[in-house]
T-cell receptor, first 111, second 115 residues
């Protein structure tokens, strides 16, 4: 019940396309859902996060969509660029407890 | 600027050696974490610490120990390195353990190879 399941494991998208990464969870007590971005040779860094009281959050080309009833949330990257090529991790937490991480998605944007 | 530094970017050790991985943060954060990252398995928590001299086991603590003698420094120790501990090790810190605004800041990682 503590797991966060992330898919796909890898994704190839053409430049200008929309990249979509999905995550699902079981624990309805989770109340914070961040996405982290990791470039090769670097540690992950917070990209965008959402709380379950909103269904969508947008920051530039990055949008989190949240479906509380389905217990799913997803990251959408609009107009994907080669510079977006990275590994993306979703995560979830409850209150002040530690983050539970998804397995990661390696995204490659083809020029 | 927020910074988490790790003592080595690359490390090669022999089976049976004792290995120390050091992590230092300059943000006065209470919480520090050690993860290992393996392809297809994501980030797996080894240990975390919520205060000086305090530690909690994560999901995969076997074969590892930790030390936090000062707030800014968190060390990961492999008592007797084995080949299955070859991995990327990431250190992180955060003001609080989880929840909104409790962003985890990561170091660049140490790629450890055990021969």
């Amino acid at each position: 019940q503590q797991q966060v399941k992330q898919s796909p494991q890898s994704l190839i998208v053409q430049k200008g396309g929309i990249s979509i990464i999905n995550c699902a969870y079981e624990n309805t007590a989770f109340d914070y859902f961040p996405w982290y971005q990791q470039f090769p040779g670097k540690g992950p860094a917070l990209l965008i996060a959402i709380r379950p009281d909103v269904s969508e959050k947008k920051e530039g080309r990055f949008t989190i969509s949240f479906n509380k009833s389905a217990k799913q949330f997803s990251l959408h990257i609009m107009d994907s660029q080669p510079g977006d090529s990275a590994t993306y991790f979703c995560a979830a937490s409850r209150g002040n407890y530690q983050l539970i991480w998804g397995a990661g998605t390696k995204l490659i944007i083809k020029p | 600027d927020v910074k988490v530094t790790q003592s080595s970017r690359y490390l090669v050790k022999r089976t049976g050696e004792k290995v120390f991985l050091e992590c230092v943060q300059d943000m006065d954060h209470e919480n520090m974490f050690w993860y290992r990252q393996d392809p297809g398995l994501g980030l797996r928590l080894i240990y975390f610490s919520y205060d000086v001299k305090m530690k909690e086991k994560g999901d995969i603590p076997e074969g590892y120990s930790v030390s936090r003698e000062k707030k800014e420094r968190f060390s990961l120790i492999l008592e007797s390195a084995s080949t299955n501990q070859t991995s990327m090790y990431l250190c992180a810190s955060s003001l609080l353990a989880g929840g909104p605004g409790n962003e985890q800041f990561f170091g660049p990682g140490t790629r450890l190879t055990v021969l």
